[in-house]
């Protein structure tokens, strides 16, 4: 198993949640060498292989591959969770075309590059599934991430959708072999090292809460049983194409606070 930005909070909650589950895994890092190291002390008596590249590099991409392939003999489950953004608010009149570049490899094209190398191996093994991390800023939009929402829509969406398709004939239902399988989870606000900051404002969790049924921030543990149970062949056997939000029932993000309105011409 290989999971992607396995250093950041979501990517090692979901490193821990399959070690508990005694997978073997590959766990990738880019410039964090040293988080992978304690992740992987920490995993214990779980084999695992610690890889690092930059993965809007295609050589770097395949080194990786076939660096897993050498020591496990091949790769059955692909959590495409490494991406990056703009953590400042940029209005779309303000955004270079580097940035806009920069995203997409980032989030888009780096999940193109492991999901072709990946649909590499299981076109031989005729076995495999694959979970791809998205955001709810591809399901609902970020103002001032248009960059990075349009990424995730375009993965959660257009490539899970289209990839079902095909992995599903790369590695075909048998009488005792469910299918190959692809599903998207998509987080909303989730307590991680880059998200801690801005949580820690009170009013900032009061506007981003007041959308959900479930009131609440989401911790990457939320993520990472619901990526174990979708990668599971015995209980996720008959689900693919899906694209699952976890973020407590949320529907949208308020646009406007109260303040900001003028009922005299509501």
Known sequence: ML?????????????????????????????????????????????????????????EVKKVFAQSQKHFGGVDTLIANAGSWETREVRLQNMSLQQWHRTMDGVLTSSFLCAREFFRIVAARRRGNAVLIGSTAGV??????ADYASAKAAMAFGL?????????????????????RINCVCPGWTVVPRTAAKLADS?????????????????????????????SDRLAGHITGQTLVIAGGMEGRLLWQPGEINPDIA
Request: one cysteine or more; hydrophobic letters at 45%; a positive charge.
């Open 3 to 59: 999971i992607t930005g396995a250093s950041g909070g979501i990517g090692s909650a979901i490193a821990r949640a399959f070690a508990a589950e005694g997978a073997n895994l590959v766990l990738h890092g880019h410039r964090n060498r040293a988080a992978l190291r304690r992740l992987q002390k920490e995993l214990g008596q779980v084999e695992s292989l610690l890889v690092s590249a930059d993965l809007t590099r295609e050589a």
């Open 140 to 145: 609902f939009g970020e103002a001032g991430h």
């Open 160 to 180: 899970t959708r289209s990839l079902k398709n095909e992995l599903g004939r790369l590695a075909p239902h048998t009488k005792n072999y469910c299918g190959g």
């Open 203 to 231: 009013p900032v969790v009061r506007k981003v809460t007041a959308t959900m049924a479930l009131p609440k921030i989401a911790r990457p543990e939320d993520i990472a049983g619901a990526v174990v149970f979708l990668a």
